[in-house]
C-alpha cells in the first residue's frame, strides 16, 4: 500500500529565512510525487511535481524539491520565505499524474514578520 | 482561478439525511475526481470519473456514489448522512489527451453534519 508521512505539523518561520519541509513516502515502484498549497478556504494549487528524470524539479512561487529514491524522501524548499507563503503543504503521491493521489496530511507554516 | 466551479460552498445537514455536490470542470477536461478532506487531515480519494463511468475508488462505502454527465460536470451523492462525513469536499479535474497533464481543484464544499 502507498503512503505519504510529513513528519512536520506545524513550522513556523521568519520572513527571509529558508525554509525545507520534509516528505517521505512508501511505494513499490517509481512514484510520481507532487506537492501541492492550500490557503484557507480554498482548493489545492500545484506547486511543482516529479515523474522522472532530473531529481532536482523547480515549480512556482521559488519552490524547489529533490527527489531522492535512496531516501524515500521529497522535501520541499525555498531560499527565502515571504508572508504569503503562509499556508498549508500536502505532499502527494500517485500512479499517475491524474489519477488517485494519496496525501499525506499537511504541514501548516507560518511565517512571522 | 482554475476554472471549476462548486456548488454549494457551505451546507449543513442533519444526520440519515442525503446530500449531493456539484462540481463543473474546467473546459475541455474529461475527468472528474473527488476527494474528502477531514478537518487538520490531507485530502483523501473518494472515487473518479471518466466519460461518465466510475473509474477507480477509494476506500469509501457505497452510501457515496457519483455522477459524470455529458457535458463532464458531476455530483457526489451521500446518503444517510453521518458525523464523520463532515468535511470539505474537492472535485478535481483534469484531461486524458493532455501532454502534461495535471489535476485543477475546486474551491470545495464545506459540509457539516450535525
Known amino acids: 500500500a502507498q503512503s505519504v508521512t510529513q513528519p512536520d505539523i506545524h513550522i513556523t518561520v521568519s520572513e527571509g529565512a529558508s525554509l525545507e519541509l520534509r516528505c517521505n513516502y512508501s511505494y513499490g515502484a517509481t512514484p510520481y510525487l507532487f506537492w501541492y498549497v492550500q490557503s484557507p478556504g480554498q482548493g489545492l494549487q500545484l506547486l511543482l511535481k516529479y515523474f522522472s528524470g532530473d531529481t532536482l524539479v523547480q515549480g512556482i512561487k521559488g519552490f524547489e524539491a529533490e527527489f531522492k529514491r535512496s531516501q524515500s524522501s521529497f522535501n520541499l524548499r525555498k531560499p527565502s520565505v515571504h508572508w504569503s507563503d503562509a499556508a498549508e503543504y500536502f505532499c502527494a503521491l500517485g500512479r499517475g499524474s491524474n489519477y488517485k493521489l494519496t496525501f499525506g496530511k499537511g504541514t501548516l507554516l507560518t511565517v512571522n514578520p | 482561478e482554475t476554472g471549476v466551479t462548486q456548488s454549494p460552498t457551505h451546507l449543513i445537514k442533519t444526520r440519515g439525511q442525503q446530500v449531493t455536490l456539484r462540481c463543473s470542470s474546467q473546459?475541455?477536461?474529461?475527468?472528474v475526481s473527488w476527494y474528502q478532506q477531514a478537518l487538520g487531515q490531507g485530502p483523501q480519494f473518494i472515487f473518479q470519473y471518466y466519460r461518465e463511468e466510475e473509474n477507480g475508488r477509494g476506500n469509501f462505502p457505497p452510501r457515496f456514489s457519483g455522477l459524470q454527465f455529458p457535458n463532464y460536470s458531476s455530483e457526489l451523492n451521500v446518503n444517510a448522512l453521518e458525523l464523520d462525513d463532515s468535511a470539505l469536499y474537492l472535485c478535481?479535474?483534469?484531461?486524458?489527451?493532455?501532454?502534461?497533464?495535471?489535476?485543477?481543484f475546486g474551491s470545495g464544499t464545506q459540509l457539516s453534519v450535525l
Open positions: 473546459s475541455g477536461h474529461n475527468t
Open positions: 478535481a479535474s483534469s484531461s486524458r489527451q493532455a501532454t502534461n497533464e495535471k489535476l485543477f
